[in-house]
């Protein structure tokens, strides 16, 4: 069972470098989220989709895109890496059905600006 | 918006023992859910246990336990036995009903279990 699957699992970038973080889920889930961890902060959440063709803007969206093409893949760009984009970075997938209700997180991606 | 707070950043506790991690939150919603996940060093995020707001009686996962007070908007995380393998970053988590997408977090609690 893959679950949630993130990648890449570390990344060094230049800053004013663009990239992209890849996520993607085989659990057939509505709901995707992208999150940042940052010491001390806990998780802030940066954008989110709710189906394919529909995302929005989380807590902390500047300096990031997203598009939901399918269901399963939910891609996070960066377009011009700053610094402060420094952080852990943690793809979730969701689903609310009562007592079974639970997000699932990929393994995340350590990312570091220079 | 919902905030949930986590007022202890570090905790200790001798193997065997029992602690119990402290976490409030402030909606205004009715219908919601309650999570503790455990982030260990590898990085992973763990569901310990989730509570529906709706239910009165607190959940239970083997040496895991809430004590859920709906009215207070208090909700920790009971920890007995505790064993090495206990030792991560906890977080408290809210997501309203009909917003799994929206995970609101606490800034954690990071817990040593010492032999």
């Known amino acids: 069972n893959a679950g949630v699957t993130q990648t890449p699992k570390f990344q060094v970038l230049k800053t004013g470098q663009s990239m992209t973080l890849q996520c993607a889920q085989d659990?057939?889930?509505?709901?995707m989220s992208w999150y940042r961890q940052d010491p001390g902060m806990g998780l802030r959440l940066i954008h989110y989709?709710?189906?394919?063709?529909?995302?929005d803007q989380g807590e902390v969206p500047n300096g990031y895109n997203v598009s939901r093409s399918t269901t399963e893949d939910f891609p996070l760009r960066l377009l011009s890496a700053a610094p402060s984009q420094t952080s852990v970075y943690f793809c979730?997938?969701?689903?609310?059905?009562?007592?079974?209700?639970?997000?699932?997180f990929g393994q995340g991606t350590r990312l570091t600006v220079v | 918006a919902q905030t949930v707070t986590q007022s202890q950043p570090e905790m200790s506790v001798q193997e065997a023992e029992t602690v119990t991690l402290s976490c409030t939150y402030d909606?205004?919603?009715?219908?919601?859910?309650l999570f503790w996940y455990k982030q260990p060093p590898s990085r992973q995020m763990i569901l310990v246990i989730r509570?529906?707001?709706?239910?009165?009686q607190n959940a239970t996962e083997n040496r895991f336990s809430v004590n859920f007070q709906k009215a207070a908007k208090s909700f920790s995380l009971k920890i007995s036995d505790s064993q090495l393998g206990d030792t991560a970053m906890y977080f408290c988590?809210?997501?309203?009903?009909?917003?799994?997408?929206?995970?609101?977090f606490g800034k954690g609690t990071k817990l040593t279990v010492n032999p």
């Open positions: 988590a809210f997501m309203f009903q009909g917003g799994s997408e929206k995970l609101v």
């Open positions: 909606t205004s919603e009715s219908n919601y859910y």
């Open positions: 659990m057939n889930h509505e709901y």
């Open positions: 979730a997938s969701s689903y609310e059905e009562g007592r079974d209700t639970e997000a699932f």
């Open positions: 989709s709710v189906g394919a063709g529909i995302t």
């Open positions: 509570q529906e707001a709706y239910k009165q």
